[in-house]
């Protein structure tokens, strides 16, 4: 239950929307979450969905959540250059060491002007 | 401001020596945790603390160290048992290890080199 799996590059040019995938294994996810990575610092929390629902809107994020194929997304609207990041999801799981986050390894956004 | 702080930046390790990243956080997060970031993968847990004087080991505990003798502080030593510790470090924490507020918050992440 704790395979978290994305593909590993995106790239999109500016202004398009952006669509980074991620699964996940264990259905007995509670929160999902995505995160971003800029070179050489620590990841700043995005969003996070609950396990119950289907979609989170944040602005230009949108979150959706399939539990039945247990597949994640994150969608950015109008993709800026300052955009260009690495993308983490992120699983905690019920039962699970409390406070368990398990991630992916993450997606590299790369947008171009 | 409330946030996370991790130092140094950066760091050289000598062979055979052992180091202490900092991590103080003053968000009054019972948990704190410790990953470990190579090139091109996830982040895999080191060691983790939710509550003071109390921690358990992670995925990948083998030759690091830890202590939780304060609520604000998790250090964690690279020792010379470590024998491939170039890495990125991130240092996390929550306001509790259930729920919502397990929600992770990260620092800036120290960068750790051997010389």
């Known amino acids: 239950g704790e395979d978290v799996e994305q593909s590993l590059f995106l790239s999109v040019r500016e202004g398009d929307s952006s669509v980074i995938n991620c699964t996940y294994t264990?259905?007995?996810?509670?929160?999902l979450y995505w995160y971003k990575q800029e070179p050489g610092a620590g990841l700043q929390l995005l969003t996070y969905i609950f396990s119950n629902m289907d979609m989170k809107q944040d602005q230009r994020l949108t979150v959706l959540l399939n539990k039945k194929d247990k597949h994640l997304s994150l969608r950015i609207a109008d993709t800026q250059t300052g955009d260009s990041a690495i993308y983490f999801c992120?699983?905690?799981?019920?039962?699970?060491?409390?406070?368990?986050?398990?991630f992916g390894r993450g997606t590299q956004l790369t947008v171009w002007p | 401001d409330g946030g996370i702080t991790q130092s140094p930046k950066y760091l050289f390790r000598k062979e055979g020596q052992n180091v202490t990243l900092s991590c103080e956080q003053n968000l009054n997060h019972d948990a704190m945790y410790w990953y470990r970031q190579d090139p091109g993968q996830g982040l895999r847990l080191i060691y983790y603390?939710?509550?003071?004087?109390?921690?358990q080991k992670g995925d990948i505990a083998e030759g690091y160290s830890v202590s939780r003798e304060k609520k604000e502080s998790f250090p964690l030593t690279v020792t010379s048992a470590q024998k491939n510790p170039t890495a990125f470090y991130l240092c996390?924490?929550?306001?509790?290890?259930?729920?919502?507020?397990?929600?992770?918050?990260f620092g800036p992440g120290t960068r750790l080199l051997v010389l």
């Open positions: 992120a699983e905690s799981i019920r039962g699970s060491t409390l406070g368990r986050l398990y």
């Open positions: 264990d259905s007995s996810s509670t929160y």
């Open positions: 603390s939710q509550i003071v004087n109390d921690f």
């Open positions: 996390a924490s929550s306001e509790m290890a259930s729920g919502l507020k397990e929600t992770q918050y």
